[in-house]
C-alpha cells in the first residue's frame, strides 16, 4: 500500500533530484502525466480540476435530481462494471470506457454508467482519456470515503474503446461457480473474490428501481431511488459490512434479502468457509490494506496493448499558464505561474525566484524575477494524505532580441536554498511560436441541446525561423453513437500571416476553427505548429478556458 505520510520528504528529495544532472527524474513537460496529475491532486481552490468534487462529502450526488443515490458508490460501480467483461489471459477489456455503449444491457442496470459519464466528459481531453478518468473516478471515491485511508497508487494512459465490449458482468441471481468463473476470467482467485466484492459493497447498496426483485419499492421522497443499504454507514469506506455479515446482523439484501436467488454476497462471503470475510472484520487497517492492493489491480486491468505509465507522483514543481506576449516597441512580456508542492513546514517569508534564460541561455537583464503569491492562489486536497499547492505568478519584460529560451526555480525558505534545473535543462518556454493571449478568443453558442463552439487564434511568428507552414491544430470532439464519451478528430487549419510586426522581429499570424457538439463537450485545447528549413516548432496543448470570449 503506498501511503502519503509526508510532501515533505517528496518535496526535498525532488528537488534534490532534479538539480542533478546525472538522475533520470521527472522533467516538465510530459505529455503523458501532466494533465493527468493536474486532475489527480489539484481538488479544490486555484487552478482546481474539480473531478473530486463529485464526491467530496461521499455521499454527494453532483446532479442532485434524486434521492437515495451518490457519486462515490456509482463511480466505483461504473469501473467496475467497465473492468468485469476482462478477460486477462485473452489479453482483452478491463478499464476501457466500453461501459457507456453498454449501459443499455440488462447486466447494467440503472442510470449510474450515463450519470458518471456525463459528469466526467467534462474532463476529457486527448490527454485524459474517458478511461482514466473512469479509474480516476473509483479511486477518488474510496480515498474521499475513507478520508484519505485508501490511497491507490494511480498510472495513466488507458485507452478508450470504439464499441461496446462482451458481455459478462457477475449478476446476483448466479451460482457460485459461474461467479468464480467470472471473477478468474478478470483475474482474481476465490480469496481476491471475496474481498473486491467486500470492498465495493462498503459502499451504497441495491435500488429496488431498478433491482424491485431484490428489494421494495418505496414511496419515500427521500429516498426516491428506493435504495437499502449494504451496511450502517454506506458513505464510510470501511470493513462494516464484513462486521455486520460476521456478527449476523447485517442488512445488506445481497447476503440475508428475501429473495434467497439473488444471496449472492452470501455465497461469495462463505466461498472460503468465511475465513477472509472475518479477517476483515477483525481489523479495519486489514480491511483497508487488502482494498487498496485489489483496486489497484482492478483500475490497472486493460487490454494487453495498452502500456501504463508509472505511478504519477505529485510534481514539486510545476509550471503553468506560460505566455509571451510581443509588443510594439521591441519587447516581449514574459509571464507565468509555477505550482509549489507544499511540506507543511513553509516559513511566512519564503522566496521564488525565477531565473529566466535568454535565446543562448544566458540570464535576461531582468533576472532573477520574484514570484509572487496572493490569498487565493492555494489548493487543498477534499481528503487525508493528499497534497497542497500554492501558486506563484511572476511576469518581466525582456527585448525581443534577447528572447527567451527556459527558466530554473530558485526555492529560498528559512535555511533552504533549493535552485530546481529541471533535469539540467531548465523548464522550456520556446519564443518562436506564441500564442497572443489578449488577441486570442472563444465563443461557446447552444443550438438546442448542442453548442457551436469557436475558437480564433493570432500567434506571434519570429521572422528569423523562416517557417514554410504555420498550423492551427484543434482536437475536434466527436460524438459517438450509444455513449457520452467523445472521440477526437484532428483538425488542421493553415494560419494567414496578417502583420508584421515593425522593430520586433515577429510577424502575426490568425487562424479560426468551428465545431459543435452534444453539450458542452469535452475539455477543448488545441496547438499550434511550424515547420520550415530551420526546423520543426511546436506549443502544444493550450486550453480554451485561458482565453476571453470573443465580442
Known amino acids: ?15 534534490a533530484i532534479t538539480t542533478n544532472s546525472t538522475a533520470t527524474a521527472y522533467t516538465w513537460p510530459d505529455a503523458q502525466i501532466d494533465q493527468l496529475e493536474s486532475i489527480l491532486y489539484q481538488h479544490n481552490g486555484y487552478r482546481q480540476y474539480g473531478l473530486a468534487f463529485g464526491v467530496a462529502p461521499c455521499n454527494n450526488m453532483a446532479n442532485m435530481q434524486e434521492t437515495g443515490r451518490d457519486d462515490s458508490a456509482e463511480w466505483f460501480r461504473t469501473a467496475y462494471h467497465d473492468m468485469a467483461t476482462a478477460d486477462v489471459q485473452a489479453g482483452i477489456g478491463g478499464i476501457d470506457a466500453s461501459i457507456g455503449f453498454e449501459a443499455d444491457r440488462p447486466e447494467n442496470k440503472g442510470k449510474a454508467f450515463n450519470e458518471s459519464l456525463g459528469f466526467f466528459v467534462g474532463f476529457q481531453s486527448v490527454r485524459s482519456s474517458m478511461a482514466d478518468l473512469i479509474a480516476l473516478g473509483a479511486l477518488f471515491s474510496v480515498g474521499s470515503c475513507s478520508n484519505g485511508e485508501v490511497i491507490i497508487p494511480f498510472r495513466g494512459g488507458r485507452r478508450d474503446a470504439l464499441g461496446p465490449g462482451p458481455t459478462g458482468v457477475p449478476q446476483p441471481e448466479q451460482d457460485l461457480d459461474t461467479h468464480t468463473a467470472a471473477f478468474a476470467r478478470q483475474g482474481f482467485n476465490v480469496t481476491e473474490m471475496i474481498g473486491l466484492v467486500a470492498c465495493g459493497h462498503t459502499l451504497g447498496g441495491v435500488h429496488g428501481e431498478n433491482f424491485p426483485e431484490i428489494v421494495p419499492v418505496v414511496d419515500d421522497i427521500n429516498n426516491q431511488a428506493s435504495r437499502q443499504d449494504f451496511d450502517e454507514s454506506f458513505d464510510n469506506f470501511d470493513n462494516s459490512v464484513a462486521k455486520q455479515f460476521v456478527a449476523n446482523t447485517t442488512q445488506n439484501p445481497l447476503a440475508f434479502g428475501h429473495n434467497e436467488t439473488t444471496r449472492s454476497d452470501f455465497r461469495i462471503f462463505n466461498a472460503d468457509g468465511g475465513s477472509l470475510i472475518r479477517k476483515m472484520a477483525e481489523s479495519q487497517r486489514f480491511f483497508w490494506d487488502m482494498c487498496t492492493t485489489l483496486l489497484e489491480r482492478m483500475l490497472n486491468t486493460v487490454p494487453k496493448d495498452v502500456h501504463l505509465t508509472d505511478v504519477i ?21 514574459v509571464s507565468g505561474e509555477v505550482r509549489i508542492l507544499e511540506d507543511g513546514t513553509t516559513s511566512s517569508n519564503r522566496d521564488i525566484l525565477i531565473h529566466l534564460k535568454s535565446r543562448n541561455g544566458e540570464e535576461v537583464p531582468s533576472s532573477p524575477i520574484t514570484a509572487i503569491t496572493l490569498d487565493g492562489m492555494k489548493v487543498y486536497a477534499y481528503y487525508n494524505n493528499m497534497p497542497n499547492f500554492t501558486f506563484y505568478t511572476f511576469t518581466t519584460t525582456v527585448p525581443t532580441t534577447v528572447g527567451v529560451s527556459s527558466f530554473d526555480v530558485q526555492i529560498k525558505d528559512g535555511d533552504k536554498d533549493i535552485t530546481s534545473t529541471n533535469g539540467d535543462q531548465g523548464y522550456p518556454m520556446q519564443d518562436a511560436l506564441i500564442v497572443q493571449q489578449a488577441s486570442t478568443c472563444t465563443k461557446l453558442e447552444f443550438i438546442g441541446t448542442r453548442s457551436n463552439n469557436t475558437l480564433q487564434v493570432t500567434a506571434a511568428v519570429r521572422d528569423d525561423m523562416e517557417f514554410d507552414s504555420v498550423q492551427l491544430v484543434v482536437p475536434k470532439p466527436v460524438n459517438m453513437i450509444g455513449t457520452l464519451s467523445a472521440r477526437f478528430e484532428e ?8 502583420q508584421t510586426l515593425n522593430n520586433t522581429g515577429y510577424s502575426l499570424y490568425e487562424g479560426s476553427f468551428s465545431f459543435v457538439v452534444d453539450a458542452v463537450g469535452p475539455m477543448k485545447t488545441f496547438d499550434l505548429v511550424a515547420s520550415g528549413p530551420k526546423g520543426i516548432v511546436q506549443n502544444n496543448f493550450t486550453r480554451w478556458a485561458e482565453f476571453s470570449r470573443c465580442q
Not at 500500500?1 to 528537488?15: E, G, N, P, Y
Not at 487549419?493 to 496578417?498: A, F, G, H, Q, V
Open 313 to 333: 507522483q505529485p510534481i514539486p514543481i510545476k509550471p503553468n499558464n506560460l505566455f509571451i506576449t510581443v509588443n510594439s516597441n521591441g519587447t516581449e512580456t
Open 491 to 498: 483538425a488542421i487549419i493553415d494560419m494567414k500571416k496578417i
Open 1 to 15: 500500500m503506498v501511503r502519503a505520510t509526508s510532501f515533505r520528504a517528496t518535496l526535498l528529495l525532488a528537488l
